[in-house]
């Protein structure tokens, strides 16, 4: 596989090195893998604080920025940061009003956020956590005791984001990225295999007639594998799969998401199709939000989240945010 890079064991610091250079809003320390927000820490506001395994991009340093994370530790390629990362970040974010830790439900990041919670607390820094468990596809998985995060981390992000840069209180902005995630729901399919940098060659066998219903971004397998769907079939069985399992009762929040290698050409007919199936079951779309914002490197495929929302999630969601991945509003 041809891949744009220098070698396998640098592909993150490289890549960390040229976000620094593109965005100087930020401070990327490539050394201890932490990428802060440059105005850290606001006085009177939260800190969010978040972080998981590269190859997710723009996930998670991409949203750093007023409105949604003070900080984010990347890890290598499908592998959790480490605790020190965490507990540097919290610190380097923490104003005395407390930071949130937002951690995806795979199992090296919940052991690792929950150790730099106790690193950071022994520092005198308080900490909320909101796990992100939207996945319906799989109960658990290859990396998990439970249910997968995928998409609603984004919706997490932003909405508490923007709870703490009106400088709500840590329980209050926590209670509200619980809320969220509470109401969230994700379906993923993978037209084709991820390939890491360390591997150079598909992760798995997905043959060229066929594809994979309900993966994980990092390439878990799914609940089944049929012969190849057309964008209205496989709208159809993600979007049911959704609405079997958190059944529509108001507006949601919609995100189509490309998985790294799916064209906005075809993500939009997508989006078009799950639009289609939501207006059939009855369900108001209040926003939607359609691009590559959590990938599985080149992986091509989508997955659909649907977020239900309340008239104060709505305005959260619609509040100003800056971050080189998501700005509107500023």
């Known amino acids: 596989m041809k891949m744009l890079i220098n070698v396998p064991e640098t592909v993150v610091a490289d890549a960390l090195r040229g976000m620094a250079a593109a965005y100087p809003d930020l401070n990327v320390d490539v050394e201890n893998r932490v990428i802060v927000r440059r105005d850290a820490p606001v006085p009177g506001q939260v800190g969010l604080v978040s972080g998981g395994g590269s190859g997710h991009e723009p996930l998670h340093g991409g949203f750093v920025g007023p409105g949604m994370l003070a900080a984010a530790c990347p890890g290598e390629v499908f592998t959790s940061p480490v605790p020190d990362q965490m507990a540097r970040a919290a610190a380097a974010v923490d104003s005395g009003a407390g930071v949130l830790f937002i951690v995806k439900n795979y199992t090296g990041d919940v052991l690792n956020f929950d150790m730099a919670a106790e690193l950071a607390e022994d520092e005198g820094i308080q900490i909320g956590k909101v796990l992100v468990n939207d996945d319906v596809a799989v109960t658990d998985s290859l990396f998990t005791a439970g249910r997968r995060g995928t998409g609603a981390t984004l919706f997490v992000e932003k909405i508490a984001g923007a709870a703490a840069a009106e400088g709500q209180p840590l329980e209050r902005v926590e209670a509200i990225g619980r809320q969220v995630n509470d109401s969230s729901r994700s379906f993923g399919v993978a037209l084709s295999a991820v390939t890491t940098p360390a591997k150079g060659s598909p992760t798995f066998d997905l043959p060229p007639g066929e594809?994979?219903?309900?993966?994980?971004?990092?390439?878990?397998?799914?609940?089944?594998?049929?012969?190849?769907?057309?964008?209205?079939?496989?709208?159809?069985?993600?979007?049911?799969?959704?609405?079997?399992?958190?059944?529509?009762?108001?507006?949601?929040?919609?995100?189509?998401?490309?998985?790294?290698?799916?064209?906005?050409?075809?993500?939009?007919?997508?989006?078009?199709?799950?639009?289609?199936?939501?207006?059939?079951?009855?369900?108001?779309?209040?926003?939607?939000?359609?691009?590559?914002?959590?990938?599985?490197?080149?992986?091509?495929?989508?997955?659909?989240?649907?977020c239900q929302v309340d008239e104060e999630l709505l305005r959260l969601w619609d509040a100003p945010v800056r971050t080189p991945a998501l700005r509107w509003g500023m």
């Open 211 to 306: 594809l994979e219903l309900g993966i994980g971004i990092h390439g878990e397998p799914g609940r089944e594998r049929r012969p190849m769907m057309t964008s209205g079939e496989i709208a159809d069985f993600a979007v049911n799969a959704i609405l079997e399992d958190m059944p529509p009762r108001g507006p949601v929040l919609v995100l189509v998401n490309g998985m790294g290698a799916t064209p906005l050409l075809e993500l939009f007919g997508f989006n078009a199709e799950v639009q289609r199936v939501l207006a059939e079951r009855g369900v108001a779309v209040a926003r939607t939000l359609v691009g590559n914002y959590v990938t599985s490197l080149d992986m091509a495929g989508a997955s659909v989240t649907l």
